[in-house]
């Protein structure tokens, strides 16, 4: 018996993209220690804006690592543009479904992809539709579970 | 792979013994315990010397030990029964911020039926002090409840100095003893108490059985209305292999007592100078004196309790996080809150308790597997403390 399914578990004992890309070309974190976790998010990008390399650290629980680890399996080989377009939706969907009070634990990789993302279109002087109106310093939600449950 | 359970808190096995002791009133002598033929006799013999054994565990008279379906029942029936008794004199009930959610909870639904609850702090190492209860009474206090050692970091309260203090001022007395039966002496007569309330799954029984020590002459109305069972004090056909168990459990307890604490602490003791020597920036959150004899409360900084949990219960290592999981909808601990605990400490915390399977061999194993699993979630955390959090 274990806590989350076994895509999940295996996302979290033998998680992908663990570390941190040298000189990334973008980088975003998101939440705090104080708010229980907090994902960092380092992204390499091509000149075609393909994401050919992603890695993540997080500071959190089973389900935090483990959306990170498939976070970021997800977006390396995605273009800009499709990475903006990944919602913490289709990560749950993605590990085959998080407990709600997770679900959480999505938002924040969602959120982490943007503001590494952010953290690109800034250094690199690009523009997406994606990132209208995105704050990378917005506050974490605190109330977890109250947002984009199934 | 072995199994390594460190959360007696939690709860514990029950001990072969005593499952040998439940298992005839399950299916030899199942009367009910009010019937008036043999069987029932029996049943009601049996129900008896589980009274004795209990009470003789904390020192009471048989008549003062009422059975109930568990230790939160216990809770719930003193602080609505004193207060059913009580609601003429006063409204006003004295509690901790550290108890049990069977008390904070219970006080909680008090205070919507007009109910007024002071919660008194406890300082930097989950004390509460004997002086914040003297000013905290006033003419309307009707009960003080402080539980004899808390379910987190396991400190145990001056509970005879704060009796002490509610006995002056005429005011009745609580204390939650789940955590402390069998981990430290009890002697009702000695602390001046009017009420304990105690479970059987901490010490080794079944779960699903409790008790509420009733000084006689304390008053307290009933909680459970129905049959004249338990001396028309709790209504309800008695859980025998239940209370059977509980009893058989006790009196083990009582002739193992000293044994178990010598035992529990040293495990425990080596525990975590095994953990300081091997494991950078911890922190034991409570004194480490005056505390259960099995348990021990750390904070691992940059990382997260959860995560420790699952790492070591996939080496099969049991344990439980001191704070409920923080990225959960629960809000963390209101124990490591009230000590101070800074909230990223809080949530790297794991409460570790040992018991009377635990051995020395275990302690071992578990601060092997401990710091890989520490390490390595550290290797994979953004944090590192440098950022002044
Ligand atoms: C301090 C304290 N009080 C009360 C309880 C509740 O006891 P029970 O599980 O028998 O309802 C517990 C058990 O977790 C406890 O630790």
């Known amino acids: 018996m274990a806590l989350y399914n076994e895509t999940v578990m295996e996302h979290f004992m033998n998680p992908h993209n663990v570390g941190e890309i040298e000189n990334p070309d973008g980088k975003g974190t998101y939440g705090s220690p104080v708010c229980g976790d907090m994902m ?28 990170s680890s498939m976070a970021t399996d997800m977006i390396i080989g995605m273009s800009v543009e499709e990475a903006l377009d990944l919602s913490n939706k289709k990560i749950v969907d993605e590990l085959g479904g998080l407990p709600p009070a997770k679900i959480h634990c999505s938002v924040l990789a969602e959120h982490a992809i943007k503001s590494a993302i952010y953290d690109y279109a800034t250094k690199y002087g690009k523009t997406y539709a994606g990132l209208e109106g995105f704050d990378p310093d917005a506050e974490e939600d605190h109330h977890h579970d109250d947002i984009e449950e199934e | 792979m072995k199994q390594i359970y460190l959360d007696y808190s939690a709860t514990t096995p029950v001990k072969e013994d005593v499952v040998k002791e439940m298992i005839p009133y ?43 379906s568990c230790g939160t029942e216990a809770d719930n029936w003193v602080l609505e029964g004193v207060a059913d008794a009580l609601k003429n004199k006063g409204n006003h009930i004295i509690t901790s911020k550290i108890e049990h959610h069977a008390i904070l909870h219970t006080c909680e639904h008090l205070e919507k039926n007009g109910f007024e ?49 509610a006995k002056a001022h005429g005011v009745l007395f609580h204390t939650d003893a789940v955590q402390a039966l069998g981990n430290v002496p009890i002697d009702v007569k000695d602390l001046g108490v009017d009420f304990i309330s105690m479970s059987a799954h901490k010490i080794y029984g079944p779960k699903g059985v409790g008790a ?74 409570g004194s480490m004196d005056k505390r259960h004899p099995g348990n021990l409360n750390v904070s691992f900084d940059y990382i997260e309790g959860e995560a420790i949990l699952l790492l070591l219960d996939a080496h099969g290592i049991c344990v439980s996080t001191g704070s409920a999981c923080s990225s959960g909808s629960l809000a963390p601990s209101q124990v490591l809150e009230a000590l101070g605990v800074p909230v990223t400490k809080m949530n790297g915390t794991i409460r570790f308790t040992v018991g009377d399977f635990t051995t020395d061999e275990d302690i071992d194993n578990v601060v092997e597997v401990l710091s890989k699993v520490v390490a390595r979630l550290r290797e994979m955390s953004p944090v590192t403390g440098k950022e002044g959090w």
């Open chain 1, 40 to 67: 960092q998010i380092t992204i390499k990008v091509d000149e075609e804006e393909k994401i050919v390399d992603a890695k993540f650290k997080t500071f959190g629980c089973g389900s935090a690592i483990a959306s």
């Open chain 2, 212 to 285: 509420l020590y009733i000084r006689k002459g304390a008053r307290i109305n009933n909680y459970m209305h129905g049959g004249g069972q338990e001396a028309r004090k709790r209504a309800g056909t008695e859980n025998m292999a239940g209370i059977v168990g509980f009893g058989k459990a006790a009196e083990l307890s009582m002739n193992n007592l000293d044994a178990h604490i010598e035992h529990c602490s040293t495990l425990r003791n080596k525990l975590w100078e095994k953990i300081q020597a091997e494991i950078p920036h911890v922190q034991v959150n």
């Open chain 2, 117 to 165: 609850v002071t919660y008194l702090d406890v300082d930097s190492e989950g004390f509460v002090s004997p002086e914040a209860l003297e000013a905290a009474i006033k003419d309307t206090t009707i009960l003080v409840s402080i539980m004899m050692v808390n379910n987190e970091i396991g400190t145990i309260q001056p509970i005879k100095e704060l009796a002490a203090v």
């Open chain 2, 26 to 68: 399950y299916t030899e002598v199942y009367g009910n315990p009010s019937s008036l033929y043999s069987v029932g006799l029996e049943a009601k013999q049996g129900l008896e010397l589980a009274r004795e054994r209990v009470a003789k565990l904390i020192n009471a008279q048989p008549a003062e030990i009422r059975f109930t």
